[in-house]
């Protein structure tokens, strides 16, 4: 594969999502306002944060809203990543996946290409609502968002990564609605994005807390909330990267037709 066949393969898929995007302003208000409803209404009830101890790098005078940045940032990238998994169902369907791995390049390049996009897309959603979070002036600084950046891709391109895995086994797009209940509420609410899991197991509940530690959501919220205070969360950040890796070759997998992956899920 030529560097210059390769280059506009990405930016041909890439240009497709943007596109797409820029004709449903709809879906770039519906990102911002699901993050920004959950600060207002969530943290209403907290002036302060609550005694955090060293679960986090915050100091407990500070607004409870910072608390819950990350993990709403990475929301955004939650819901960005399910909903490019079901345009990539739609895409099947249609048979535009097909046609696009059936293109002269390598399936595995193709499928990253789409990966990259969807990560950059919500990589974009994610920063608009740290800015208006910075506009808001809750104590994040331009500064802070910044440093957070670099782990913000690592945590939406782990997040595209399960999108396409979620692509591969969802027959029909009437499945669709179910699979996101069962992946996006578990998966962010047994997280670390509104409180610390530590609570979970000092409250009793240790076999939430234990679940949530395996969640890799968790992971990347807590890289994030580290990075934004330029602490490196190491565990954290292998985690995601590991899950990131895994991830995408279980859709390559997935969508190897040697392997009959992609028609098992249509069902024949």
Known sequence: M??????????AITGREIHKFVRQPGRLASSLVRPLLWMVVFAAGFRQMPDLGEVVPFDPNLDYRLYMVPGLALMVCLFNGMQSSLAMVYDREMGVMRLLLTAPLPRNYLLACKLASGAFLSLLQALAYLIIVV??????SPSQVLMSLPVLLLGALMISAFGLVLSVYIRQLENFAGTMNFVIFPMFFLSSALYPIQRMADAGAVWIYRVAMFNPFTHAVEAMRHALYGELAVLSLVVVILSTIVFYLIAAAGYDPQRGLVRNARGG
């Open 2 to 11: 030529k560097l210059m066949h390769g280059w506009l393969a990405l930016e």
């Open 135 to 140: 506009l808001w002036g809750i104590g994040l």
